[in-house]
């Protein structure tokens, strides 16, 4: 199933405020950092955790680090919404935490992506959600090479081969298995992978299996002109929705852009997402 696209051509009104606590996430203008927002998750109790990329736009939207934005009201209009955020302590350029975000038992979980390590994997993280929810960030634990969660990054484990970044992780309540998707962006100019995939396992720590979930089709594969990137499961529509099977559907979307920024101001229409079931 893939969405119809308009042709038309807009011009989106961007507001940049003041660093604030309410509504909707601002510049954080004394350090000319943005908060771009990626993966959400809803917490208990009725909280919305956002992991959100720190960029600086005026270096070339260069990325330095990942905020997690926590918002008390969320029900309400995003115009009145309140909430705080903080950098995650570890991260970095080369450690990001907004690949996946997911709660296991009492610990909300984390992936994230390692660009430091070889083959540049996902890794993951966990914390406990009265711990987050109450800003002790600094009792985030990291899972280690002998599968136990260490307060230090000094011994990351590597769930998938990488890179990937804002991508999803989901647990398949009729396959029983834990499930992220993901799609290629960083490596793009080196080793362009026009896939989406598809990683899968039965337990958090691992081992995950990866393998194409959708083989991209032309023109997008044309990687001289466009990339792919930010696979992400829609499971608010499956897992017994009317727009799925109620068993083992799984909807998800993908990101196309352009390579080159010159090519959006004559054709706006090439940055959209795909649907795909």
Known sequence: MELQISQESFVPNIHLVPMSTTGSFPERCCHNQVNYPI??????PEKLLILAQVIIPINNFELIGTDIILISNPFEHPSTWNYKTQRIPTSTFNLTWQTGVN?????VIFVGCSSSMPKQPLVMSRILEKDLVEGRLEKMEYLSKDDTWQFSTFNLKPLVDGPYVEGTLNWHPHLKVWFMMLCNVYNWAIEPDPNVYIATSSHLAGPWTKSIAYAVEPPWTNVSTYWVYAAKAHVEYTFG?????????I???FNVNAVHESLLKTDLAIYHPIFVR
């Not at 993966?39 to 208990?44: E, N």
């Not at 709660?103 to 610990?107: C, G, Y």
Request: glycine share 8%; aromatic share 8%.
């Open 251 to 253: 909807i998800f979307s």
């Open 103 to 107: 709660v296991n038992e009492d610990h």
């Open 241 to 249: 929705s009317p727009m799925g099977d109620g068993s083992s559907d």
């Open 39 to 44: 993966p959400t998750f809803t917490m208990r």
